[in-house]
């Protein structure tokens, strides 16, 4: 019940990182010492067995469970790195998903930005205009406030131009009158 001692050496020796150390050289070609196995019951039989060929079966045993054990723990790691490489996919899906919102966002920011700054432009624009407009008004006020008072001035100077006139007339037609009726009263005499 035994296995061919290089195998389960190599075995050992990747798994375990167990080290054998090798006899000189004189020591191999002498002949092969048997040991004493120890018994896992004091009535079991013996037998002899050529002891640098096989391993225990209980190191065997040993040497297979811890390989399943890492074989199981092997596929674990597996299972956990698909498990956490398809999170890492979905985890980068949903940064380039956010990658894009942010560019589009930022699109629309300079967007938004550049409207308003054309809205501040026109705005600083109607502002000036409306400056002018209402300094323009202003002048123009002046320069009907100052036609009004040459108006009324004028007008002034016409209404007793005219009062004078109309007092000269009066006195000429009332001297007319006067003329005319001493005239008139004039032949009778």
Excluded: W
């Excluded at 389960?8 to 150390?21: A, I, K, M, R, S």
């Excluded at 100077?157 to 004039?186: F, H, L, M, P």
């Amino acid at each position: 019940m035994g296995c061919n001692k290089a195998v389960v050496e190599d075995l050992l020796t990747d798994l375990l990182g167990v080290v054998t150390v090798q006899s000189s050289p004189s020591e191999s070609q002498s002949k092969p010492k048997s040991k004493r196995v120890k018994m896992a019951k004091a009535k079991a039989p013996v037998t002899q067995m050529d002891i640098e060929d096989t391993l225990p079966i209980s190191k065997l045993a040993k040497v297979i469970q811890r390989t399943h054990s890492f074989a199981t723990k092997a596929e674990a790691f597996k299972k956990e790195l698909v498990c956490k490489t398809k999170e890492a996919v979905g985890f980068l899906a949903s940064l380039n998903n956010a990658e894009v919102k942010m560019m589009i966002l930022l699109d629309q920011a300079k967007a938004t930005k550049q409207a308003q700054d054309q809205v501040e432009e026109k705005t600083q624009a109607a502002e000036a205009v409306a400056y002018v407009l209402r300094t323009k008004a202003k002048e123009s006020e002046a320069k009907i406030a100052k036609a009004e008072a040459e108006l009324r001035e004028a007008l002034a100077t016409k209404a007793s131009e005219i009062k004078a006139a109309n007092k000269k007339a009066y006195a000429e037609g009332q001297a007319n009158v006067r003329d005319a009726y001493n005239e008139q009263a004039k032949p009778g005499l």
